[in-house]
Every structure is written in structure tokens, then in C-alpha cells.
């Protein structure tokens, strides 16, 4: 079977609409949301325009996609004020890393046959890059105070919005884990060297210091105040479509 010959006129005006539609609809559904989507077809335009010599361009129509999206999530996010700026993160990155689930495999001949080959990199990695690049790089010093004000305020947010938080940073980052050492070793093992004798009596310490604030708060939310960003923080500073018949 001959595969009719998709110019890159074809690939502007009919291939890439279906794609940029699809991947406008993964980028904004809410969990459990359905979509209205045709993976078959989809998988389909993909595998055509890799066929086609089309993927540097689908690549860089991706890229930019989704770094598009990208910077309106991160300006609405600046926008938010402080008692809703961790649970917007938390449903961003969420949303964010639950999309990537269904976008990377609608681009797996891409990634096989180009990304892979020619560009030695993972398309999975790329659009994590794109995430740390253009929200959590622009949000980490004002979400980190945040997030050390909740973790000594209890109860302020849930404890999994906390895990998921910090263990999205570390995955996205993990050099990250210098601004916080005590607040990612609450969710990271290993962090912290082990503890020592002559420490334990501090860490005793602590626990009696926050059982006394669990009972002065009387398990409220505690003080809404912020701390100024920074504060708490220390810094350290076609012959290949021809062999992939399998794939369907």
C-alpha cells in the first residue's frame, strides 16, 4: 500500500489542527473528565506525518504548545492570592503530569523515530523540562515560604496536597531540596544524614514544641499571616516507518 504524499501545506491546514485540538483538550480536562478524542486517530496522523518527514516540524509545533499553555498556567498562578496559591500549584502540576499520561503515547513514533534517533532525548523528559522551565523555576521562591508557613501552621493545608507538592518538586528538580532540607526529608527518604545520639534530645524537643502548638491552635487553621518571600530559606545558590510495521 502506496501512503499518499502529505506536503507540508497538508500537515499545516489538516494534521496538525487534529493534533493541537487533542492536546488542548489533554492540557485543560479536569480528573475523571471524559474526552471526546479519537486515539486511533490521532495515533494515526502521528505515524503518517513521521512517515512523511514531517516530525522536526510536529516537534517543534508541539514544543511550543505546550510551552504556550504553559505560560498562561504560570500567569494565573501569579495572580492567585496567597491562601490559594499552594492548592493551585498542587491541582497545576497535577493536571499537568496527569496530561503528559496520554500525550506521550499519542507521540511515540515521534519519540522512536526522531526524538530518540536524531535528538538523543525522550519527548516524557522534554515536556517535564517544559513544566520545571516555565512554572516551577518562576513560582519556587514564592511557593517555598508558602510551604514552610503551612508545614508549621498544621492543618493550614492536607497533608497529600503537602507530598504531592514536594515530591513533584524533587522529581522536578532535586537540587531543590537545599531550600527545605527538613520539609523534603518529610516525604523523601534519605534526605537528612542519619541522627545521632546527641541529637535526640532536640528532636524530643521539637515533637513536645509541636503538641503544644496542635493544642494552643485548638486544630484550627492557625495564623493566615505570609511570610516575605525568601524568608526561611536558605540558598546554595522513511525507511524507519518501513521497519515499524509492528506498531499500531
Known sequence: IVMNVITIEDYKSTYWPKLDSAIDQLLTQSPGDYI????????????????????????SDLIKKITNHLERVSKELQASPPDLYIE???????????ALQSIVPLFIYMNKFYIETKLNRDVKDDLIKLFTEHVAEKHIYSLMPLLLDAQSTPFQITPSTMANIVK???????EWVQMAPALFSKFIPNILPPAVE????????QDQKLQRELMQNGFTRGDQSRKRAGEELTYNGSSTCASSRGYR
Open 36 to 59: 471526546p478524542i479519537s486515539y486511533e486517530q490521532i495515533y494515526s496522523c502521528v505515524y503518517k506525518c513521521v512517515c512523511q518527514q514531517h516530525s522536526e516540524q510536529m516537534y
Open 88 to 98: 493551585r500549584f498542587n491541582i497545576a502540576l497535577g493536571q499537568y503530569m496527569g
Open 168 to 174: 513533584g518538586l524533587y522529581t522536578l528538580r532535586p
Open 198 to 205: 546527641s541529637e535526640l534530645q532536640e528532636y524530643a524537643a
